[in-house]
């Protein structure tokens, strides 16, 4: 019987406290163990934050402050405070890996900072500055053989990559795609204010997040085009924040080399959700964006909303939530990896 996956968090912001949700709502949660956290934030806060989750709801279970750490369902964790990588005693905490969920790292020189702190490897949750900084980037169920056991930076990509790159990658292989147009339809993050004031170089980001559709610059066609090197260039993105606190959607638009129909469209999404239901489902129900709170999967496509026009343009609408979805790309990353480089140890 394989020992647990030794796993600590660095950031323990809206990602990171879903990882620790995703964890111990996962079939398995015994067959990982979080050995620690680092998060300059006061441990009551922590706490409560844990519990009280205004988007996820009332955590099922105990989770309680502790003197230096928290008590998670039985489970302590020993918790730091520091905002610097060198400042936490890594190497004591016997780490088989650390996944960097606050957002703030992404050259290799910063995350390197990890390594020499004593993490021996690190998953992080935004793709880097660019595919130098990392040494791979990995979109789960796309690319996960890229992954090898000498690797030590390794980058779960981003929540639209994760939820896009599926859908791109099917349709490139089964019809062909001459180019595509991304909108992402984001939910508010937090580089945006309640109220209008001064803190970002991004002028529309200084505005009020609840009271308008606020565009901001987005990567996301570098970002699929690291994943499907085969679209370089054919590839544009533009993003829109809209007031809402959770789950988003892409609308694409995709000139296809081959006729389809919407019926033959819909069909081939139908057939590619079931054969990889944990990451893509389907539904031709009249949903709204709430429905898809907490939802797992990678990518949602919203049959009902697939446009077809002369045969070649085709228009599609996907939704994802894009902290739960993206939190459990990240622990089965982490498991995927970690059959590559951890020992297996028999009773």
């Not at 005693?89 to 702190?117: K, M, V």
């Amino acid at each position: 019987m394989s020992l647990p996956l030794r796993l600590a968090i660095n950031g323990y912001g809206r990602i990171g406290r879903c990882v620790l949700r995703a964890w111990m709502e996962s079939a398995d949660p015994h067959a990982i163990q979080v050995v620690g956290i680092n998060e300059p934030a006061d441990l009551e806060s922590m706490a409560y934050l844990t519990r009280f989750d205004s988007t996820h709801g009332v955590f099922p279970g105990e989770v309680r402050a502790l003197d230096g750490g928290l008590r998670v369902q039985g489970r302590d964790i020993p918790v730091f405070h520091a905002r610097e990588p060198a400042d936490v005693p890594w190497d004591t905490l016997g780490l088989d890996l650390l996944l960097e969920c606050s957002g703030t790292y992404g050259t290799r020189e910063r995350l390197q900072g990890f390594l020499d702190a004593g993490c021996p490897r690190l998953l992080v949750s935004n793709p880097g500055h660019s595919a130098g900084d990392v040494d791979a980037t990995i979109v789960h169920g796309i690319n996960d053989a890229d992954l090898r056991a000498d690797q030590r930076i390794v980058s779960a990509a981003s929540c639209t990559t994760n939820a896009i790159v599926p859908v791109l990658d099917l349709l490139d292989r089964d019809l062909g795609v001459q180019s595509a147009f991304l909108t992402t339809l984001h939910s508010v993050m937090n580089d945006q204010p309640m109220i209008d004031g001064y803190h970002h170089s991004d002028l529309r980001r200084t505005r009020s997040a609840m009271q308008s559709i606020v565009p901001v610059t987005t990567g996301l066609a570098q970002g699929v085009e690291r994943l499907l090197p085969q679209l370089a260039g054919r590839i544009q993105a533009k993003a829109v924040r809209v007031p809402i606190l959770n789950v988003s959607a892409i609308d694409l638009s995709v000139n296809l080399a081959q006729a389809t129909s919407v019926d033959a469209l819909n069909a081939l999404l139908t057939q590619a959700a079931r054969a990889c239901p944990h990451l893509l489902a389907c539904t031709r129900q009249p949903h709204a964006s709430i429905d898809f709170n907490h939802d797992p999967h990678s990518a949602i496509l919203d049959l009902g909303q697939t446009r077809v026009n002369n045969g070649h343009f085709a228009n599609l609408l996907v939704w994802f939530d894009n902290e739960w979805g993206f939190a459990n790309r990240m622990l089965d990353i982490a498991r995927g990896w970690a059959d590559l480089f951890r020992p297996v140890h028999q009773n």
